[in-house]
C-alpha cells in the first residue's frame, strides 16, 4: 500500500498549495527522500485564480477585474539510495512566486499596478536511517529571486506611478529535520525545519538613478507531515506548514521605509485519505484550509485574506518503474479589502483558484 499511497499524497502536495498562504507557492515538499530506491519525478502544474473586486465608493465603487494572472509551476527532483542507511535527494522548484495586474481602464483606487516575484530554488538533502524506525534529514539550499512593482491609482497618493525593478540575487539556506516511521502499518510523521534566507537585491527605481540594494528575507518555515494506515488499502494524512512572514519586508529607498509587503502568517493545513482501488489504481480526497490575518485589510498586492479548498489526486502504477500521477483542487479565497496608509479602498469576495497538476516518476 505505503508504494501506491505515497504518489498520492504527493500529487496532493503539489495541487493543494496552490493558492497557500503569503508567497508560497511549492510548500517546499521533501517527500522524495522517503520514496524506495533510486527515483527520479518531473511535475508540472497550473493555477488559474480568480480575484475581483470593487474599489470603495469614495474611488466610484468600479470594478477591478481580475487581478490574479495565471501561472504554471514545474518541479524535479533525484533521489540516491547510497545505501541501506544513507540516501540523497536534489530538489528543483519555484518555492514563491507573485502575480499580481490590475487591468487597464478598470479600478481607480489602484490603476494598472502591477507585481511580479519569481523564484528558483535548488536543494540538496542527505538522509541518515538508525535503523530503529527514527531516521533524520538536512541540507543546503540555494535562492534565487527577482521582482518588479508599478504602483499605480489614487489610492496611492503621491506613490501613485511608482515603479522599481529588483534584480536576481542568489543566498544560501538549510533545512534540518527527522522521522518517525512503522512500514508495517504505513505510519509516518516527519518534521522538517527551513532557515530564513536573506537577499540584497539590486534596484532601480523610476524616481532616480543610485538606489541602493534592498533587503528581502524568505520566511523560516516548519513543515509537519503524517500518515498511516488505518485499514486494508486505506490511508489518512494531515500536513501543516508554518511560515513566518513577519521578516518578509520590502523597503526601497523610494518608499521612505514603508514596506511594500504586509503578509500575515501562514499557517496551512490539509487532512485527507487515500485508497488503493487496484494494485496499479489509488486516488485521495484532501481538505484544505489557509489561516488568515487577525483582520480582513491586505496589501493591493496580494488582495486575498486565507482560503479552503478541496484537493482531488489519482495515481497509476503503468509498469514496475513507471507512475502517473495527477490532481485537481479547488480553494475558495478568503474576503479582503486592500488598504493604503492604513485604509481601506476595496473589497474583494466570493473570490477561487483552480489548480491542476502532473507528475511522471521512474524507479531504478
Do not use: C
Not at 489602484?110 to 516575484?117: I, S, Y
Not at 525545519?193 to 538613478?209: A, K, M, Q, V
Not at 486592500?338 to 476595496?346: L, Y
Request: hydrophobic content about 35%.
Amino acid at each position: 500500500m505505503n508504494r501506491y499511497t505515497l504518489a498520492v499524497l504527493a500529487t496532493f502536495a503539489g495541487t493543494a498549495t496552490a493558492v497557500a498562504g503569503g508567497l508560497d507557492r511549492s510548500g517546499q515538499d521533501i517527500d522524495i527522500l522517503f520514496e524506495e530506491g533510486n527515483y527520479v519525478e518531473l511535475s508540472f502544474g497550473r493555477v488559474s485564480p480568480k480575484v475581483d473586486g470593487e474599489d470603495d465608493a469614495a474611488f466610484g465603487g468600479s470594478e477591478t477585474g481580475n487581478v490574479a494572472k495565471s501561472y504554471i509551476q514545474g518541479s524535479f527532483g533525484y533521489k540516491q539510495q547510497i545505501n541501506d542507511r544513507v540516501s540523497m535527494a536534489i530538489i528543483l522548484d519555484q518555492p514563491y512566486g507573485a502575480d499580481t495586474l490590475y487591468p487597464t481602464g478598470r479600478s481607480v483606487a489602484f490603476g494598472e499596478t502591477t507585481a511580479t516575484l519569481n523564484s528558483t530554488s535548488l536543494t540538496g538533502l542527505l538522509r541518515y536511517d538508525f535503523g530503529n524506525r527514527f531516521s533524520v534529514h538536512g541540507g543546503i539550499r540555494a535562492q534565487t529571486i527577482d521582482a518588479s512593482v508599478d504602483l499605480r491609482g489614487f489610492g496611492y497618493g503621491p506613490l501613485d506611478g511608482y515603479s522599481a525593478d529588483f534584480d536576481g540575487d542568489t543566498a544560501w539556506g538549510y533545512q534540518v529535520g527527522g522521522a518517525y516511521e512503522i512500514p508495517e502499518i504505513a505510519l509516518r510523521l516527519a518534521a522538517t525545519y527551513f532557515s530564513e534566507i536573506d537577499h540584497d537585491l539590486e534596484t532601480t527605481e523610476n524616481i532616480g538613478p543610485g538606489a541602493p540594494d534592498t533587503p528581502l528575507t524568505t520566511p523560516k518555515a516548519v513543515n509537519i507531515s503524517f500518515q498511516t494506515g488505518i485499514a486494508k488499502d486505506t490511508l489518512v494524512f494531515a500536513d501543516f506548514r508554518y511560515s513566518d512572514y513577519k521578516v518578509a519586508t520590502v523597503r526601497p529607498r523610494g518608499l521612505g521605509g514603508n514596506s511594500l509587503t504586509d503578509i500575515d502568517t501562514g499557517r496551512d493545513f490539509s487532512i485527507g485519505i487515500g485508497r488503493r482501488f487496484t494494485p496499479e489504481f489509488a486516488a485521495s480526497i484532501a481538505f484544505n484550509y489557509s489561516d488568515g490575518g487577525p483582520d480582513d485589510l491586505v496589501s493591493p498586492l496580494a488582495p486575498a485574506d486565507g482560503r479552503k479548498g478541496i484537493t482531488l489526486a489519482a495515481t497509476y502504477q503503468a509498469t514496475d518503474a513507471v507512475r502517473f500521477s495527477g490532481g485537481v483542487s479547488y480553494s475558495r479565497v478568503g474576503d479582503a479589502r486592500p488598504a493604503t496608509a492604513g485604509e481601506p479602498r476595496a473589497t474583494f469576495e466570493d473570490n477561487s483558484a483552480v489548480g491542476v497538476g502532473f507528475k511522471v516518476g521512474y524507479s531504478f
